[in-house]
């Protein structure tokens, strides 16, 4: 059996290892269209502030593919799939396969007021884009990172490592919209004031353009400041356009079942490109379950994905943070704070049962609660 995987993320690794758990003659060919062998995309932010080597951050090197007989191409892009004669196409030879998981992942969103012709004004979610960014920030002395959610943090501290001044620029009125409630975050933002990082937030930014060698970013409100770097962090965009002449169903991502399946036979999704049951989760945690059950589909096992719990749990900036669950208040909720020196712990309750909590501190009760959340 020929098995292509689309990705080498950590949803297109996760998969890989679980279809070797159940068998290991079928052929494995997996086409990242980047250069690197896998590693841990979260721990980028730790490369960009100089903190740790590239190598140290790989996950799979070389001799685990080989070891596990798959067949990784580098450098390949793939630019569609032929589904009636099961066939990829893309920089490489045509690639026929039995069986087929995009597991494509994603990349940065550009907000209408992005201008890819703006010099010092980045991204970041590969290594050859935090290359960039540490080349320009040795004649920098300033930054903004537009966007003040995971990503934007960890970059504005990685580059308050390498000794620039960086500021937060954020369009919420406060930090992890996604992850955290105002209280919660108005925490997290005083320790992180605390390490030299600023804020801007409840600021909508309208235009960025280049003026005597800075950055000039304007807001909605009239107001703007100028800075010698740009890093855009809003969100991410899922790697879908090379389906768009394809059979295959997507909405805002690609519509899987509960059992990783898209619409057409033998093709199956997972991670930042997939989505299930109208919900796209573009963490880490979900992309890898999500990768587990699709490998194990694929190996011919039954599966039974249900979604995952949204659950985060990281450094941000050296700070221990977590959430895990719904933190939504409804009139049913109940809430519980425990804040002292340091630590700052949130639990919410529906009658008995804990559907959320927000940790930041100590998370050492972290998977723990997660199993409570999920039962």
Known sequence: MKIIIIGNGVAANSAALAIREHERESDITMLSDENEFFYARPRLTEYLAGKSPFEKIIIH???????????????????????????VCGSFEDLPYDKLLIASGASPSFPPFYNPQLEKV??????????????????????????????GIETAYALSERGLESTIVEYYKWLLPRQLDEDSASILQELLLQKGIKFLLGKQTSSLSNENGKISISFSDGGSVYVDMTIISAGVRPNIAFLRDSKISICRGITIDNQMRTNLPDVYAAGDCAEFSGKMYGIWPAAKEQGEMAGHAIAGQSVDYRGSVMSTKLKVAGIDVASVGDFSIAPSTTVEVLHEEGVFKKYFREGNKLKGAILIGDTSDYFKLQKEIAK
Do not use: M, P
């Not at 685990?64 to 580098?74: A, G, P, S, V």
């Open 61 to 87: 090197d070389e001799k685990w593919y080989e070891k596990n007989n798959i067949d990784l191409l580098r450098g390949a892009r793939v630019s569609s799939i032929d589904t009636e004669h099961r066939i």
């Open 122 to 151: 980045f991204v970041l979610r590969t290594k050859e884009q935090a290359d960039r960014i540490i080349a320009a920030s040795q004649q920098c002395r300033s930054a903004a990172i537009i966007g003040g959610g995971l990503l």
